[in-house]
């Protein structure tokens, strides 16, 4: 499975946009970019994913660089309850599993 | 719309003891995972199905089996309870069109072996 490489916390205040950097300098062309942030006590919950092309949802943003080398997951607007650890992930077409790697714990400060 | 859940919340069990963790998702996802995850550490995969009858071990599957006889359950056993199985449990599920689908997970099941 291909690496990512993550910052292991950030911290950020409330209302500020927040930028959560992911490097995966060994993505092959199937590989989708996927982002999960697990809240405290609960389970991942599922944030945003992209190919090759920038994604938007009600969530986040991503960006994804033209080498598809690093990725960048955009809170716009941060509020406290942001507040958990985001995991940048790698899965491939085919490989029928996510794995996990330690995640960015986010600390928003009011 | 209940998604993935996971039955019970918590548990402690005594060494040696068994016991089966319950999952259902009522999406009709074809693939669905099991993880544990330590106190302050990442998700490690425990087994994975693609679809009923089919199943497969993950990073961690020592000490648990798991069979797939429908859909929607996914249920994963602990045969003689040892205290490093003492984790947060999460299960969780894909649609068949695998990496370009989010996966959605259960809330947990918290065990603590004595």
């Known amino acids: 499975d291909a690496k990512t490489t993550q910052p292991n916390s950030m911290e950020s205040n409330e209302e500020e946009p927040v930028h959560l950097p992911c490097n995966h300098s060994?993505?092959?062309?199937?590989?989708?970019i996927h982002w999960y942030r697990q809240l405290p006590s609960q389970g991942p919950e599922y944030v945003i994913h992209g190919l090759t092309s920038n994604v938007n949802n009600r969530m986040a943003s991503l960006a994804i660089a033209e080498d598809r080398k690093s990725s960048t997951l955009i809170l716009h607007r941060a509020t406290l309850r942001d507040a958990a650890v985001y995991y940048c992930i790698l899965n491939r077409q085919g490989a029928q599993k996510l794995v996990f790697g330690q995640g960015t714990r986010l600390t928003i400060n009011p | 719309n209940a998604g993935v859940t996971q039955t019970p919340k918590f548990r402690i069990l005594k060494i040696g003891q068994s016991m089966t963790l319950q999952c259902t998702q009522d999406?009709?996802?074809?693939?669905m995972y099991w993880y544990r995850q330590d106190p302050g550490m990442g998700l490690k995969l425990i087994y994975y199905?693609?679809?009923?009858?089919?199943?497969d071990k993950g990073e961690v599957p020592n000490g648990y089996n798991v069979s797939r006889s429908t859909t929607e359950d996914f249920p994963l056993r602990l045969e003689l309870a040892a205290p490093s199985q003492t984790s947060v449990y999460f299960c969780?599920?894909?649609?068949?069109?695998?990496?370009?689908?989010?996966?959605?997970f259960g809330s947990g099941t918290r065990l603590t072996v004595v």
């Open positions: 199905s693609v679809g009923a009858g089919i199943t």
């Open positions: 969780a599920s894909s649609s068949w069109t695998g990496a370009n689908y989010g996966y959605t």
């Open positions: 060994t993505i092959s062309g199937t590989d989708y």
């Open positions: 999406m009709n996802h074809n693939y």
